[in-house]
């Protein structure tokens, strides 16, 4: 238990360091960046699994990493998981155009939309710090917008000149719905690809007229 509340002093008393927490952070060198990716994939795991308060050693073991290395990056826990939902945003934005380069446009649409539930799931994890108030957090919603909306737009817009969809799909609708069929529970059934089924066949309805 001590060990326990060193370890979140530690991210909470904000030492001085280079943080990840946001689009204007430093450059880093690949070795540096391979490690911080690699904390920042722990840390999105554990926090699903245990919430934002797990303990440091928890993530630093995941990673096999030491404790001094994820407070160089991340001085506070703040730091953490904002980094964690940025890195969660930009995976999911960087996965549309491989999709749109490895499949038919309809079928990378509904490879991204899948993806995107994965994001959710990930978000829902975070969402008692999300919603806490932090000012840490305000800049995050607006992240999600400006990398998210033009990576599905892309990807709507291939579907609809390929007259495999209709052509007036709203982006914003499109993700919002999404998150809304997503359910928070462990989807073992596969209720998520089903419903992700016939919102693609409600974007077929009328595609080509």
Same mark, same amino acid.
């Given at each position: 238990?001590?060990?326990?509340?060193?370890?979140?002093?530690?991210?909470?008393?904000?030492?001085?360091?280079?943080?990840?927490?946001?689009?204007?952070? =430093?450059? %880093?060198?690949? +070795?540096?960046?391979?490690?911080?990716?690699? %904390?920042?994939?722990?840390?999105?795991?554990? *926090?699903?699994?245990?919430?934002?308060? #797990?303990?440091?050693?928890?993530?630093?073991?995941?990673?096999?990493?030491? @404790?001094?290395?994820? &407070?160089?990056? *991340?001085? /506070?826990?703040?730091?953490?998981?904002? @980094?964690? *939902?940025?890195?969660?945003?930009?995976?999911?934005? +960087?996965?549309? =155009?491989?999709?749109? #380069? $490895?499949?038919?446009?309809?079928?990378?649409?509904?490879?991204?939309?899948?993806?995107?539930?994965?994001?959710?799931?990930?978000?829902?994890? %975070?969402? #008692?710090?999300?919603?806490?108030? $932090?000012?840490? &957090?305000?800049?995050?919603?607006?992240? *999600?917008?400006?990398?998210?909306?033009?990576?599905?737009?892309?990807?709507?817009?291939? @579907?609809?000149?390929?007259?495999?969809?209709?052509?007036?799909?709203?982006?914003?609708?499109?993700?919002?719905?999404? #998150?809304?069929?997503?359910? =928070?529970? /462990?989807?073992? $059934?596969?209720?998520?690809?089903?419903?992700?089924?016939? %919102?693609?066949?409600?974007?077929? &309805?009328? @595609?080509?007229?």
């Amino acid at each position: 238990m001590a060990q326990d509340r060193r370890e979140a002093e530690g991210l909470h008393e904000g030492r001085a360091g280079v943080t990840d927490a946001g689009p204007s952070r =430093p450059r %880093l060198r690949a +070795d540096a960046r391979r490690s911080v990716d690699t %904390l920042l994939t722990a840390a999105a795991e554990v *926090f699903a699994e245990s919430g934002v308060d #797990a303990p440091v050693r928890q993530i630093t073991a995941r990673a096999g990493v030491g @404790a001094g290395t994820l &407070y160089r990056h *991340f001085p /506070q826990r703040s730091d953490l998981i904002a @980094a964690v *939902f940025r890195h969660e945003v930009d995976a999911c934005a +960087d996965a549309a =155009p491989a999709l749109a #380069a $490895d499949h038919a446009p309809v079928e990378a649409l509904r490879r991204w939309l899948l993806r995107f539930t994965h994001f959710i799931a990930t978000k829902r994890g %975070l969402s #008692a710090a999300l919603h806490s108030g $932090d000012p840490a &957090y305000d800049s995050l919603p607006s992240y *999600f917008q400006l990398r998210l909306v033009p990576a599905l737009e892309s990807l709507l817009a291939a @579907a609809a000149d390929s007259g495999a969809i209709r052509t007036d799909t709203d982006p914003n609708d499109l993700l919002r719905a999404v #998150a809304n069929l997503t359910l =928070p529970a /462990q989807d073992d $059934d596969g209720h998520t690809g089903r419903m992700l089924g016939l %919102l693609l066949d409600g974007l077929r &309805y009328g @595609a080509g007229k």
